[in-house]
């Protein structure tokens, strides 16, 4: 399922906003549809890459002209540094 539930959403964003700088890096897992990056690159933060494990949400949902690196895997399978 490309789209995560409504639920916390805002209060993941307000969490978000009140506690770190735009500047951050952000790993955004499962993104299915990008939804936390329409969030929050908005908000003006610009430095998010994602994990996501089917390979055609990347292609469906644009998440390379979206994130600035996209990982293709299962993130309990992936050794990334």
């Known amino acids: 399922m490309p789209f995560s539930t409504g639920y916390f959403k805002q209060?993941?964003?307000d969490y978000i906003l009140n506690k770190y700088?735009?500047?951050?890096?952000?790993?955004d897992v499962g993104a299915g549809a990008g939804a936390y990056y329409d969030m929050l690159h908005n908000e003006g933060?610009?430095?998010?890459d994602c994990v996501e494990v089917f390979s055609n949400y990347v292609k469906d949902y644009n998440l390379t002209e979206?994130?600035?690196?996209v990982i293709i895997g299962d993130i309990t399978k992936l050794d990334i540094n």
Do not use: E, G, H, P
């Open 11 to 13: 209060q993941t964003k």
């Open 21 to 27: 700088d735009k500047s951050i890096k952000i790993l």
């Open 45 to 48: 933060y610009n430095n998010l």
């Open 66 to 69: 979206k994130y600035k690196k």
